[in-house]
């Protein structure tokens, strides 16, 4: 009996050390969402920011061809860098809320897992990189015309704010909207944690909706994402410094 008893609670104290370790490396994660964050924000403010419906396929092979690195960028390439990163942040957030909210929990975490799954495989940065270098050494225009409608087909099921990417873009912040929700109700992360991620996730949603089915409200659009991304900073540095607190203090 006293042998049964001991390893039940070794068995406990493992458990509890591997959700520890979660807790920790999702709070690593959440701060390295906001250097991401900030990084796009300084890489944004040389320009950068383009309306989906103004540029054909032989602008982006120009685009790649002056920089690389802004072309990546501006097809969602430091994005498909966060959601990776951001992983075990929501894997985390769901252990912290498994006992009391794990339905709600894991609904948001498959959303997010699914939405980043469609954006990562969608994301033309790459494709299009590929396709600019083949573009820049073609000699004939019959080439040149089938790798810019390659480059077509590509940035309609890829670039960002299209019909193509917006799935992606959708279930991952509604999915962080309701981990949100949950961190609300739950307290764990405090309530200026969960508001702050509420509206920002909203925002972020709605500037989505916008940007991606009425393209022609980008400066609306635009202000509408300042606010969603200066309360998603809020919400990643309060809950990763409470994932960081979890994983050195408490046991879920």
Same mark, same amino acid.
């Given at each position: 009996?006293?042998?049964?008893? /001991? ?24 701060? %390295? ?32 061809? =002056? /920089?690389?690195?802004? =072309? ?92 193509? /990417? ?16 949950? %961190? ?31 393209? %022609? ?19 990643? =540095? ?8 979890? =994983? ?5």
């Amino acid at each position: 009996m006293l042998q049964a008893a /001991s390893k039940q609670k070794e068995t406990t104290e493992t458990e509890n050390m591997n959700w520890q370790c979660l807790y920790r490396l999702g709070g690593a994660a959440a701060l %390295a969402a906001i250097v991401i964050m900030l990084l796009d924000i300084v890489i944004s403010c040389g320009g950068g920011d383009f309306r989906p419906d103004t540029l054909t396929a032989t602008d982006w092979f120009a685009l790649f061809q =002056g /920089s690389r690195l802004a =072309g990546m960028r501006a097809l969602g390439f430091l994005n498909v860098i966060s959601l990776t990163v951001t992983a075990p942040l929501y894997l985390a957030l769901y252990a912290a809320h498994r006992q009391i909210y794990r339905t709600q929990a894991a609904l948001a975490l498959i959303l997010f897992l699914v939405g980043a799954a469609v954006y990562i495989a969608n994301n033309a940065a790459v494709p299009m990189l590929v396709l600019s270098s083949k573009y820049a050494a073609a000699t004939a225009d019959a080439q040149r015309t089938l790798l810019a409608a390659a480059g077509e087909a590509i940035i309609a099921c890829g670039a960002d704010f299209t019909p193509g /990417s917006f799935i992606g873009f959708f279930f991952t912040e509604i999915a962080g909207a309701v981990f949100a929700t949950i %961190a609300l109700r739950s307290r764990i992360f405090g309530r200026a944690a969960a508001y702050s991620g509420i509206l920002g996730f909203v925002f972020l949603a709605v500037f989505t909706v916008v940007l991606t089915f009425v393209p %022609a409200l980008f400066d609306a659009a635009m202000v509408i994402a300042m606010a969603g991304g200066v309360c998603s900073l809020a919400w990643y =540095g309060l809950v990763g410094r409470g994932l960081l607190r979890l =994983g050195l203090h408490e046991a879920a």
